[in-house]
C-alpha cells in the first residue's frame, strides 16, 4: 500500500434524479462540482460512491415520471405494467418473475446510461472510482452490452481515472428487499469474490452487507486486501440499534484483521418513494485511531443529508 487520498461520499437520492439520463447526470455532475476542490495534486484519489447508485435507472429506461408514484411498491408494479407484453415474453423465456424481467428486459439501456455516465465522472475528475453498485445481469461484453442468462445481480464496477472499467465484483448476501419477493436479484458465489489491485492499494470490495460476513472478508484478506470499501444504501431509519449493529460490518473487520488497514463506507440516504435511507458514511482506521481512539478517521454528521468525507491514507498509520 501506497499513500493515497480517499473521498466517500455520502449521497442523497431523490426519484426525480432518476427520470432520464440527464437527471441522473446532472446529479453527479454536482456531485462532482463539490469533489472537484477536494482532490489530491499529490496522491493518488479513490472517490467511493454508495451502493444501488444506478439500479433506480429503471425509471429513465421506462420513461418514467416519478411523481406519477407515491410508494415503492407501487411505482414497481407501475412500470412492470407499461411493459407487461415484453415482460411477459422474458419470463415465459427466462423463466424469472416480473421485476427481474423488467431488469432484464431494460438492461442495455441501465447499463449504457450508468457506465456512460460513471466513465465521464472517473474521466472529469481523474481518478480511481468506486461506482456504488447497479442492478444488471452479466454481459458477453461491456461494449455491446448483451445480456447473458436469465439472472440479476447487483454489481459493483470501478473505474480508472481515464474512464475504463478495471475492475467489478457482485454481492454474494442479499437483504430482503433485493430478494425474491423485492428486487428478484440473485446471489453471487462466495468463489466469484475477488481483490482490485489499483497500484496503490489492493482493494478488498464488499456491497454493503458482505461486509458483516466473515466469510466474505477473509476471502479479501486472503487474496491480499489492505483497504475494505462498503458502498452501502441502509433502507431504514438510522437509529441507536442500526448504529450498534453498523459497528459489527467494517469497523469490525478493519479493528480484527492486522493486514486491514483502513476501511471507507459510503453510503446513500434520502427517500426512493416512501422507502427512508439513513447512515452515517466513514472513512475508518484501527481502534486506537481517530477521535476519542474510536477508529472513525472520518465520520459523517448526519444521517440523512449529502456530506463528503476526506481523508489521506498511510502505509504507518
Known sequence: MKPFRAISVQMEWRPEYYSSEESFAGKLNSVMDKIEPLLSKELPNLVSLPE?????????????????????ASAASGVVRRNIIQVLTIRLLKGAGNVRALYLLKSHDMALIYLRTLKR???RLGT?????SILLPDFDNYRELNPMGNAVYNIS????????????????????????????????HLSDISVIDLGFVKMGLAICYDAFFMEVVEKLVAQGAEVLVQPSAN?????????????????????????????????????????PFEGRSSIIGKADSGPNDRGYLRRAKSKDQEEILVADLFPSQ
Open 128 to 132: 480511481y472510482v468506486v461506482g456504488g
Open 235 to 275: 433502507p431504514a431509519f438510522w437509529t441507536r440499534q442500526q448504529e450498534e449493529e453498523w459497528a459489527t460490518g467494517t469497523l469490525k473487520m478493519v479493528r480484527q484483521f492486522t493486514q486491514l488497514k483502513y476501511g471507507i463506507n459510503p453510503m446513500m440516504v434520502g427517500k426512493m418513494f416512501d422507502l
Open 157 to 188: 464496477f470501478v473505474f480508472s481515472p481515464e474512464g475504463n472499467i478495471i475492475g467489478r465484483q457482485k454481492k454474494v448476501h442479499l437483504i430482503d428487499l433485493e430478494g425474491q419477493k423485492g428486487l428478484d436479484a440473485e446471489p453471487s
Open 52 to 72: 444501488d447508485l444506478g439500479t433506480p435507472l429503471i425509471l429513465a429506461t421506462c420513461q418514467v415520471d416519478p411523481g406519477e408514484y407515491r410508494t415503492f
Open 121 to 123: 465522472f472517473a474521466s
